[in-house]
């Protein structure tokens, strides 16, 4: 049996700011088709990590292997026409424009038909009612949850293979971080990957299939979630429990 060729395989990623280094080589293999989550603390580098798997930051060493093909010096619009798609930390809408407005800014790189488009308008809303509710609101004026869909909603746009979410659940009510929970399930049932930067470990671990610990810019763990979730050593870093 061959083992298969993973859809995004990072190794001795190293990427920072200016002088100051922060990731010092990540490896990192992410299956196609799953659910991966990427948990730390506060500055281990996971959104430094996003930035640079979404062409914001360029690596200075190593490889990011998507299908395959090395990504490295590629722009942002350029990875996202490879099918990687970035819903940041903070949301980052348009607060004045309206929910379709900001949805349709996903679909900017795609040189497809209109009717194609309008399909993935019409799936984001399928998965997310409250933006069809609310499609003429202007974004900035709605809550944190209803945000996050949009946010969500923009990224799908681009029909991307591979979803990357910094800090899904930041500021929501355990209610709607269930509900976001369900839907991503729902999307990754219908064939999208996904790469979830979740502070709450638990949440993170019951959501994904594979998880990856990082702390101070290098990946300390990773594996089953499920086994993950009853590690004692994780829960004693991350959930400040002992093993039960
Ligand atoms: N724009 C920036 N300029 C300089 N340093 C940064 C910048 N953004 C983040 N950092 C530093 O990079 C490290 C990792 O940050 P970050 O990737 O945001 O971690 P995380 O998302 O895991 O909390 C931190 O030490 C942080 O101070
Ligand atoms: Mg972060």
Same mark, same amino acid.
């Given at each position: 049996?061959?083992?298969?060729?993973?859809?995004?395989?990072?190794?001795?990623?190293?990427?920072?700011? @200016? +002088?100051?280094?922060?990731?010092?080589?990540?490896?990192? !293999?992410?299956?196609?088709?799953?659910?991966? !989550?990427?948990? @730390?603390?506060?500055?281990?580098? %996971?959104?430094?990590?996003?930035?640079?798997?979404?062409?914001?930051? #360029?690596?200075?060493?190593? %490889?990011?292997?998507?299908?395959?093909?090395?990504?490295?010096?590629?722009?942002?619009?350029?990875?996202?026409?490879?099918?990687?798609?970035?819903?940041?930390?903070?949301?980052?809408?348009? @607060?004045?424009?309206?929910?379709?407005?900001?949805?349709?800014?996903? #679909?900017?790189?795609?040189?497809?038909?209109?009717? !194609?488009?309008?399909?993935?308008?019409?799936?984001?809303?399928?998965?997310?009612? %409250?933006?069809?509710?609310?499609?003429?609101?202007?974004?900035?004026?709605?809550?944190?949850?209803?945000?996050?869909?949009?946010?969500?909603?923009?990224?799908?746009?681009?029909?991307? %293979?591979?979803?990357?979410?910094?800090?899904?659940?930041?500021?929501?009510?355990?209610?709607?971080? +269930?509900?976001?929970?369900?839907?991503?399930?729902?999307?990754?049932?219908?064939?999208?990957?996904?790469?979830?930067?979740?502070?709450?470990?638990?949440? #993170?671990?019951?959501?994904?299939?594979? !998880?990856?610990?990082?702390?101070?810019?290098?990946?300390?763990? @990773?594996?089953?979630?499920? #086994?993950?979730?009853?590690?004692?050593?994780?829960?004693?870093?991350?959930?400040?429990?002992?093993?039960?």
């Amino acid at each position: 049996m061959t083992t298969p060729v993973p859809l995004l395989e990072i190794s001795g990623l190293q990427a920072g700011y @200016g +002088e100051i280094t922060v990731l010092w080589g990540i490896d990192m !293999a992410l299956q196609q088709g799953e659910i991966t !989550a990427l948990i @730390g603390s506060n500055g281990a580098g %996971k959104s430094t990590l996003m930035r640079t798997l979404s062409g914001l930051i #360029a690596p200075r060493a190593g %490889k990011i292997l998507w299908n395959g093909e090395d990504l490295c010096g590629k722009n942002p619009a350029q990875i996202l026409a490879h099918g990687i798609a970035h819903v940041p930390e903070g949301r980052r809408l348009f @607060g004045p424009m309206n929910v379709e407005d900001n949805l349709l800014m996903g #679909a900017y790189a795609r040189r497809e038909p209109r009717a !194609a488009i309008a399909r993935s308008l019409d799936q984001v809303y399928t998965t997310f009612p %409250k933006l069809y509710e609310r499609r003429t609101q202007a974004a900035g004026t709605m809550s944190g949850g209803e945000q996050q869909m949009c946010a969500i909603g923009r990224g799908l746009m681009s029909a991307p %293979k591979l979803l990357m979410i910094d800090e899904l659940s930041l500021g929501l009510s355990p209610l709607l971080v +269930e509900q976001l929970v369900e839907s991503l399930q729902a999307l990754n049932r219908d064939g999208l990957s996904l790469l979830v930067v979740e502070q709450d470990v638990v949440t #993170a671990l019951e959501l994904s299939s594979h !998880a990856f610990a990082m702390d101070m810019g290098r990946v300390v763990q @990773g594996g089953g979630s499920s #086994a993950m979730l009853h590690d004692p050593a994780i829960r004693q870093a991350y959930l400040g429990m002992l093993a039960a």
